[in-house]
């Protein structure tokens, strides 16, 4: 009879979407059979506040790692971007899959392109990092807070209370929402979250051999890029409260090309930087000192 494991997800239909891909990979690749353990968590109940003010991404994680450490669940499903980048001892990332579209999309029922807003339209984001980015190229923008699923994002669009939102493409893909993307906002111009487009795995420190099992199904090319984004966002220190953006692409000679820049809250100050290296934790390292010696601590200090 065939081992299960047992995944610890969060209840939105994304989530959902994304536990039920990994346990296909796992079902299809190795002797385990699986079963979900949907769970809502303090992030998705709270949506009346920013994330920056009561915790951060990390909130999406909790109750998981909860059950992972009561013996209820074996691993957990994350979008990586949600990943704070610095993980309690007692987990690991034990694989991380093929990156999908990693770019944010602008999506409107009215217009094709950000540049087309007209002056003072709202656009709707709960993100430091989009609303800074937003800023930086419309300070004439009026951004307001939106949260929730992608449905809930959808509909407060279609009601009219937004002119404009901003969401992860992956996330309306997977959803089967390609038709609401009406223009993709890509690097070198506009930089997506450390890890955006990656699904990770989550589970104990000290399981190595369900580690290992998991592992094997990893995407080698996708974990060395996100390994270089976590590293200068930990060397950062950044959290859901700066507005950090990052993007690493896998060459074909094995090196990793790390862009990444730091923005104020009111898009009126912009670093970037870019290095390209073999070691990711280096590379992501460099370009945070990079960062940091153009004064990116004292413009981080402004989202805390």
């Known amino acids: 009879m065939k081992k299960t494991i047992t995944i610890a997800t969060r209840e939105s239909a994304l989530a959902m979407w994304q536990s039920e891909y990994v346990a296909a990979l796992i079902e299809a690749k190795t002797p385990y059979k699986t079963q979900l353990l949907p769970m809502t968590t303090e992030g998705d109940q709270r949506l009346e506040v920013a994330l920056n003010k009561i915790g951060g991404k990390g909130l999406f994680l909790k109750e998981l790692e909860q059950a992972i450490l009561a013996g209820e669940a074996d691993i957990a499903v994350h979008s990586m971007k949600d ?77 009219g209370q937004y002119d404009a939102i901003v969401l992860a493409s992956a996330g309306l893909k997977r959803l089967g929402f390609d038709q609401r993307i009406k223009s993709r906002l890509t690097a070198p111009e506009w930089l997506p979250a450390v890890s955006q487009g990656a699904i990770g795995v989550e589970c104990l420190a ?99």
């Open 206 to 304: 000290d399981n190595a051999e369900l580690a290992a099992v998991l592992r094997e199904l990893a995407d080698h090319k996708t974990w060395q890029c996100v390994r270089a984004e976590r590293a200068l966002n930990l060397k950062l220190e950044g959290s859901c409260s700066v507005a950090v953006g990052a993007l690493a692409t896998y060459h074909l000679d094995d090196t990793i090309a790390l862009q990444a820049g730091v923005f104020s809250p009111d898009g009126s100050q912009v670093l970037t930087a870019r290095q390209q290296a073999y070691d990711p934790k280096i590379l992501g390292e460099h370009v945070a000192d990079e960062l940091l010696q153009q004064g990116a601590k004292e413009i981080l200090a402004l989202g805390g």
């Open 83 to 159: 990943v704070p980048a610095n993980l309690p001892s007692e987990f690991q990332i034990c694989a991380v899959f093929p990156r999908a579209d990693e770019s944010d999309a602008f999506v409107s029922n009215k217009h094709q392109l950000l540049a087309e807003l007209p002056q003072g339209a709202v656009v709707g984001t709960s993100s430091l990092r989009r609303q800074a980015q937003l800023l930086a190229l419309r300070p004439d923008l009026d951004i307001q807070p939106l949260r929730g699923n992608v449905n809930s994002r959808l509909a407060k669009l279609d009601a």
